[in-house]
């Protein structure tokens, strides 16, 4: 056998191994989920995905990709973390959004800042029957759980003439509560793909991509007990006062917890922006 063959996967290995870890999570999230499956998983949160100093570093990257007459297509733009920040840096921005609660919050984002060169779609990429053409084709930690993220890439190079841009972490959701998660449904933590896999699919595709670092910010300080509860109960997909619940609860207070609050594993997180040229680029 070839010794660089695991190194080097053929794109059929490389789609097989990112499905299989995407169906890993959501088998497992369908056996120890507590609560019914909200109609929009995001509402709870969608106010957070605004810009932030959290997103900062990831920004400065992607506007020294931008230039000014730019068209932008941001795919699961959330709440404008990065939509809004661009439609200040380039000539025009296209906001693709699934979610309801999320693009109200963008829609808000929107009218506060007076901007008329960003539009909002409401469509799940890739959307059938698009036609738009942009400069620049971006999806940011859009494609964790996308189970045949193939059809994703070649749509964003179909519609990109310049340059595709994916955002990852090192690492996926929830990871750092893995120990927490097994403690508390008893099970091993299936963890979603990422960085590393998303750029063993490029390479498979033959594709000559940059990845640049950087690393976002975290949670320095502690935060009352309710908070950090409340954050970790969605990570382990808990429903509030049940008997996992209270066991979670009391092990954050007793691993984490001090006479100034919680302090929550979160640690900085390594980001990596994949940059590839287009056949137009």
């Known amino acids: 056998m070839d010794p660089t063959h695991a190194l080097r996967p053929s794109l059929e290995e490389a789609r097989e ?7 890993a999570d959501a088998e497992q999230v369908a056996r120890v989920r507590e609560p019914e ?3 929009d998983f995001y509402a709870p949160v969608a106010g957070t995905f605004r810009p932030s100093e959290s997103s900062a570093a990831e920004f400065e990257v992607l506007a020294s990709l931008a230039q000014p007459e730019d068209r932008w297509l941001d795919i699961g733009a959330g709440g404008g973390r990065f939509a809004l920040p661009l439609a200040r840096e380039v ?10 609660a999320m693009r109200r919050v963008l829609a808000e984002g929107v009218e506060e800042a007076g901007l008329t060169n960003l539009t909002v779609h409401d469509a799940r990429w890739p959307v059938e029957g698009w036609t738009e053409q942009a400069d ?27 340059l595709c841009v994916v955002s990852l972490a090192r690492f996926p959701r929830g990871v750092q509560f893995a120990e927490l998660f097994e403690t508390v449904h008893g099970e091993p933590f299936q ?48 429903r509030p006062g049940s008997d996992k619940d209270r066991r979670m609860c009391d092990l954050i207070d007793r691993w984490w917890g001090g006479p100034d609050g919680v302090r929550l594993p979160l640690g900085p997180r390594e980001i990596g922006i994949v940059t590839w040229r ?3 680029g």
């Open 17 to 23: 191994a990112w499905t299989k870890l995407v169906d």
């Open 37 to 39: 499956p909200a109609h």
């Open 91 to 100: 000539g025009e921005v296209i906001a693709i959004e699934p979610s309801p």
């Open 136 to 162: 620049v084709a971006l999806a940011a930690h859009c494609l964790y759980d996308n189970r045949e993220p193939l059809p994703f890439i070649e749509a964003m190079e179909r519609h990109a003439r310049r």
């Open 191 to 238: 963890a979603l793909p990422a960085l590393h896999e998303f750029v063993a699919l490029l390479g498979a595709l033959g594709r000559s991509y940059e990845v640049r670092r950087v690393w976002a910010g975290w949670l320095a300080e502690p935060i009352n007990p309710e908070q950090a509860r409340t954050f970790v109960r969605r990570l382990l997909w808990l």
């Open 278 to 280: 287009t056949a137009g």
